[in-house]
């Protein structure tokens, strides 16, 4: 053990001849420790920071993939469930095998298979048939792997589920836009012929029962039109060219365009919205959004008696997670309002309620359309007016 001994002028080690270090040089040499000390600390602090800030990412990136992911640690317990799975199989509380063996929950959700059952060699999915529900099943991939860490030793494993009806949903969109890309064209070119010639053949006549009827094939052609226009939209990719724009005149511009259904049901429009308002938007995407939400309104209100409010507001207190302050542009209607079961799939391609048989893509379009602005979308029912009210979030300017 070294052992200090202070002396009048020098200190010597374990009491030798040797050499002596000086009062000063050991002052130095103490000062240069704690300011090397002081650096390690802070570097520490910043490395620490660094770790919290890349778990923080990694959390946000597995909770926003619309995969089930399950995490185990070295002993197979299961350490993380994200969100996208809890909510796939929300009858169960997945929270509950936190901390338990993923044999617990395979032997559970996949009829008492067991964990080696799924674990290859290679990263390759296996088909399986996963229980969601009570009597609900479905079919999915699941990939596995492990996860090894310093000095490769046995860190723990990642599984990744799959739903394979996403995946052929994905599949048939690709499709349908291959498709709705080549038939636009051979539709379009004759439906404005008709268009056309039915508006000057409604101007010229002069019998009322005729001009209704023409009146009617002109809506028609209207909304095969939109129809086609929502399908290309909902398949094509966006490019938004974003400027500042009037919030009353974006809005001012989809009401002309919504404004045959609207004239066809006698819809009164209330519109209370900020004459200054000015957004940073793509106004032909925007605009496409409220169209088809003005649709949707129109479509779901009475005739001679259907009423439709569009408002505008601030919303910070609605902001996600803080991040800035959103405009909040709210359109209400006294139409039916939404049932429980259909304002979980309103926001999906397809799903629609028209007895007409509407394509199910107008809600889901001006949600991609809101969402590429870094906005979103909340429905519900309105309590003032006992029908439908659709909210459009979108950040505010600076």
Do not use: W
């Amino acid at each position: 053990m070294i052992k200090f001994y202070v002396m009048e002028e020098n200190i010597g080690i374990n009491g030798g001849a040797g050499p002596f270090i000086g009062k000063d040089e050991l002052r130095e040499a103490f000062k240069s420790f704690e300011i090397a000390s002081q650096k390690l600390s802070e570097n520490y602090k910043n490395l620490e920071e660094e770790i919290k800030d890349l778990k923080e990412n990694l959390s946000t990136v597995l909770e926003s993939l619309p995969l089930g992911i399950i995490i185990t640690d070295e002993k197979n317990r299961v350490k993380f469930i994200n969100k996208f799975l809890t909510e796939l199989m929300a009858e169960y509380d997945l929270v509950s095998y936190l901390n338990k063996d993923i044999e617990d929950f395979i032997k559970m959700f996949f009829s008492n298979s067991k964990t080696i059952d799924f674990i290859k060699p290679i990263f390759n999915p296996i088909e399986k048939i996963m229980k969601i529900g009570e009597g609900k099943h479905i079919h999915i991939f699941l990939y596995t792997k492990a996860v090894y860490g310093n000095n490769r030793k046995y860190s723990g494993r990642i599984f990744i589920f799959q739903n394979i009806e996403e995946i052929k949903k994905f599949k048939r969109l690709a499709e349908l836009g291959e498709m709705s890309a080549k038939i636009a064209h051979e539709i379009r070119n004759p439906l404005g012929s008709i268009d056309l010639f039915a508006s000057i053949l409604q101007k010229e006549l002069n019998n009322e029962g005729h001009k209704e009827i023409v009146s009617n094939i002109v809506s028609a052609v209207k909304n095969m039109n939109a129809t086609i226009t929502n399908i290309l939209e909902f398949s094509k990719a966006l490019n938004p060219s974003v400027s500042k724009y009037n919030l009353r005149e974006i809005i001012d511009k989809s009401l002309i365009f919504a404004s045959y259904l609207i004239k066809q049901k006698n819809i009164r429009i209330i519109k209370e919205i900020d004459d200054d308002l000015i957004l940073e938007v793509d106004e032909n995407l925007l605009g496409q959004a409220f169209l088809n939400i003005l649709i949707n309104a129109a479509h779901a209100v009475p005739e001679n008696g259907g009423l439709i409010r569009i408002t505008s507001r601030f919303a910070g207190e609605n902001a996600k997670d803080g991040e800035s302050n959103y405009v909040c542009i709210d359109f209400e209607d006294n139409g039916m309002g939404f049932s429980k079961d259909i304002i979980q799939n309103i926001f999906n391609p397809f799903f629609s309620t028209k007895k007409s048989g509407g394509t199910g893509l107008g809600l889901p379009i001006a949600l991609n359309n809101v969402i590429i602005h870094g906005g979103y979308i909340n429905a519900e029912n309105s309590s003032e007016m006992n029908g439908a009210k659709i909210s459009v979030f979108l950040p505010a300017l600076a």
